[in-house]
């Protein structure tokens, strides 16, 4: 693998990393980056081309396994974190180029008989989409449906919190979310069930379809009305205390939970 040592923080070959905290997009350039050893790993044995890695020196023997062909670009820690402007312990970063992005149809024809899909809905938080994720791969979930404005799952926070699930997970970004539950529905005969506060079944008693797809509001707001409208069934967490809500992470843990371990109903 060339290892190519950086002398200079503005060195041209590395500015995919400069300044990670401004965010400047890599939804612009077709770019994403992964902090530290594990994300860096998952992504090297994933199908997305990693464009390059930037590794501390002493980290450097973690590495020798690489291709010939990969670009290394090796630095001192501090100034690693110079180039991306805040303090950084995890001793490497890689960047990979985004792969195009999939489409419903896409989803549809690898979509198994008993199949299980989580329609995300104004996930604004990193944190929590990058949570609802490694929830999703954890369980099995088959396709995520990201909908009504979420954050960018490619973004280092999502991509840290979820461990790489993004990595993995089919993922489509819906720009109609109420016609993409309608098709579901009319060609798959999948069954939406909204995730609401009240007014809905409790879930423990909840039986499944055996096509379903899960629906995650907003941290604050929950799902619009014209979403849960679109759903064919409601469910609800009981809570006590006087709890009013969970956030939403914890909400779809739960959910998943159960819901992948009931057995579907025989018919819709």
Not at 76 to 101: D, S, V
Not at 131 to 156: K, M, N, Y
Not at 174 to 189: G, P, T
Not at 216 to 236: F, K, S
Request: with cysteine; proline share 4%; net charge negative.
């Amino acid at each position: 693998m060339p290892q190519i040592p950086i002398h200079d923080i503005d060195d041209p070959r590395i500015e995919v990393y400069r300044d990670l905290l401004s965010a400047k997009a890599s939804r612009r350039t077709g770019l994403f980056v992964a902090e530290g050893r594990l994300l860096v790993d998952r992504l090297v044995a994933s199908s997305f081309v990693t464009h390059s890695i930037l590794v501390d020196e002493r980290r450097l023997c973690l590495l020798q396994d690489q291709p010939d062909d990969r670009l290394v670009f090796v630095a001192p820690a501090k100034m690693i974190e110079a180039i991306i402007g805040f303090n950084f312990h995890r001793g490497m970063l890689a960047c990979g180029y985004r792969q195009k992005q999939a489409s419903l149809d896409d989803v549809i024809q690898r979509i198994p008989t008993v199949a299980t899909v989580v329609v995300c809905v104004g996930i604004h938080d990193p944190t929590n989409l990058g949570s609802i994720l490694r929830s999703a791969a954890a369980f099995g979930v088959d396709a995520v449906l990201l909908g009504g404005q979420c954050s960018d799952p490619f973004s280092r926070r999502v991509l840290r919190v979820s461990m790489g699930a993004t990595l993995k997970l089919p993922l489509v970004e819906s720009d109609n979310l109420v016609a993409d539950l309608h098709r579901l529905r009319d060609e798959l005969q999948f069954e939406s069930v909204a995730t609401v506060l009240e007014d809905a079944e409790v879930l423990e008693t909840t039986r499944r379809a055996q096509r379903m797809a899960m629906l995650i509001g907003n941290e604050a707001h929950g799902l619009p009305q014209e979403i849960v409208e679109a759903c064919e069934r409601r469910v609800t967490i009981p809570m006590q205390l006087g709890t009013d809500s969970l956030n939403a992470a914890v909400a779809s843990g739960i959910m998943l939970h159960h819901f992948t371990r009931v057995a579907p109903r025989t018919s819709s």
